[in-house]
């Protein structure tokens, strides 16, 4: 079983719908969590991080479930410009420092 | 302005002859690391560094080395390419080594952009 898993879709939806994506990890030790979004050819940018809290970001939500160990974003009133993969990442904090990223969710816009 | 730099871009090779993309942050990061990304498995750490002289593997660690003489350079070495070390490379940096507590400035990674290496 992979570390870090995400659905890969793709998701095509309609711009202006309202789009979700989970991230499941398998390690209870992890502490900090972030989406990335990465644009074809090009590097990873951080998109968000998620607290144990929940956070927002305009359009983006972020949420943390420790006890399912999984961690979800949600994107509202779409956006062409939000066409991407978004990225999961998963820092554990044991003395290997790993860093562990999902395979990614692409999402598609449709106009 | 704050960045990472790689080189090659690009880079087309062929087995067994040494190659090594260097990697270059701006920002005064401690850490920094390598990934390598391919089709369907994500990005994978090849190498990381807490510090100047500081490194440590990653989860594909077989086949590169690295090094860390200075703190703003990071070079990936690939002492004998095989085919199966084509990919894409990222360098990233940040400014410490992500722990607890740390805020996401801190622990936010920035990435160059991006090593394509063909091995023939």
């Known amino acids: 079983r992979k570390e870090v898993e995400q659905d890969p879709g793709p998701f095509n939806v309609p711009e202006g719908a309202t789009v979700a994506f989970n991230c499941t990890y398998s390690?209870?030790?992890?502490?900090?969590f972030f989406w990335y979004r990465q644009d074809c050819r090009k590097e990873p940018k951080l998109l968000m991080s998620?607290?144990?809290s929940g956070n927002e970001d305009g359009r983006f939500t972020a949420q943390l479930n420790r006890a399912s160990q999984y961690i979800s974003l949600l994107i509202r009133d779409s956006k062409l410009s939000d066409s991407a993969t978004y990225l999961c990442?998963?820092?554990?904090?044991?003395?290997?420092?790993?860093?562990?990223f999902g395979s990614g969710t692409r999402l598609s816009i449709r106009p | 302005e704050a960045q990472v730099t790689q080189n090659p871009r690009y880079l087309i090779t062929v087995t067994g002859k040494k190659l090594t993309v260097t990697c270059s942050q701006n920002?005064?990061?401690?850490?920094m690391s390598w990934y390598r990304q391919d089709p369907g498995l994500g990005l994978r750490q090849i190498y990381y560094?807490?510090?100047?002289?500081?490194?440590d593997k990653g989860d594909v660690p077989e086949g590169y080395k690295v090094s860390r003489k200075e703190k703003r350079n990071f070079p990936l070495i690939l002492e004998s390419p095989s085919p199966n070390q084509t990919s894409l490379y990222f360098c990233?940096?940040?400014?410490?080594?992500?722990?607890?507590?740390?805020?996401?400035?801190?622990?936010?990674?920035?990435f160059g952009p991006g090593t394509r290496l063909t091995v023939l």
């Open positions: 990233a940096s940040s400014a410490g080594r992500p722990r607890v507590g740390g805020t996401s400035s801190y622990n936010e990674q920035f």
């Open positions: 390690n209870s030790a992890s502490q900090s």
């Open positions: 998620v607290y144990s």
């Open positions: 990442v998963v820092n554990s904090y044991s003395s290997a420092s790993k860093i562990i």
């Open positions: 920002m005064n990061h401690e850490y």
């Open positions: 560094s807490m510090n100047v002289e500081v490194t």
